[in-house]
């Protein structure tokens, strides 16, 4: 059981590490709204792909997960292309 809580605190511990960091990229590319895009997809993308890697690895994938993700992605990446314009 401690090892699963470790695993967990690991994947969850990088899932943080990037998104702070894509944070921290947006900031310093506020100057230029496609790079911000850019920021922004690139960091939906690696948190879609995380959490389907993840769930496949906990072996509970299924169709309403992936479809789950790929709409909060979608969402997010069209809330901030709303708020850049």
């Given at each position: ?8 605190i ?22 230029d ?10 960091a ?6 995380w959490a389907?890697l ?18 909060i992605?979608?969402?997010g990446?069209t809330?901030?292309?709303l708020?850049?314009?």
């Amino acid at each position: 059981m401690k090892e699963r809580v470790r695993t967990h605190i690991a994947y969850h511990g990088v899932l943080l590490a990037v998104l702070i960091l894509s944070l921290w990229l947006l900031s310093g590319v506020s100057y230029d709204p496609r790079l911000q895009m850019s920021v922004v997809v690139l960091a939906t993308l690696f948190y879609v792909a995380w959490a389907l890697l993840h769930h496949y690895r906990q072996h509970d994938l299924t169709t309403q997960i992936v479809v789950e993700y790929v709409l909060i992605g979608t969402l997010g990446i069209t809330l901030v292309f709303l708020l850049i314009q």
